[in-house]
Nanobody
Framework: QLQLVETGGGLVQPGGTLRVSCASS????????IGWFHQAPGKERDGVAC????????YYGDSVKGRFTISRDGDKKTVTLQMNSLKVEDTGLYYC????????????????????WGRGTQVTVSS
């Protein structure tokens, strides 16, 4: 069973930056397809950034393109989402998800094709 833990959420002003991380304590994430999902209050969970476990391709949702970057850390057990130029509408819970390598980054983000979920971390963008 793969266990994912998200860290790094918090309160930030509009235009600010924040980094959230997804880690597995016991398993390498190197070959999993990993995604970050955003759930705003009262809304559905949407994929914002995903990275493939097979060809390491990326997918970004339209609302975050050019602002968010997903990357794998050198320890191979952590995947980070760097969030720049944050907007009030970025507020919500951010969940990390993992799936087997055959799941493409696009399918994970667009179709919520996942096998494992973390519990989420809260990001609040407010002045």
């Amino acid at each position: 069973q793969l266990q994912l833990v998200e860290t790094g959420g918090g309160l930030v002003q509009p235009g600010g930056t924040l980094r959230v991380s997804c880690a597995s304590s016991r398993h390498t994430l190197e070959y999993y397809t990993i995604g970050w999902f955003h759930q705003a209050p009262g809304k559905e969970r949407d994929g914002v950034a995903c990275i493939s476990g097979s060809d390491h391709s990326f997918y970004y949702g339209d609302s975050v393109k050019g602002r968010f970057t997903i990357s794998r850390d050198g320890d191979k057990k952590t995947v980070t989402l760097q969030m720049n130029s944050l907007k009030v509408e970025d507020t919500g819970l951010y969940y990390c998800a993992a799936g087997i390598p055959r799941i493409t980054a696009r399918d994970m983000c667009r179709r919520n094709e996942t096998d494992y979920w973390g519990r989420g971390t809260q990001v609040t963008v407010s002045s």
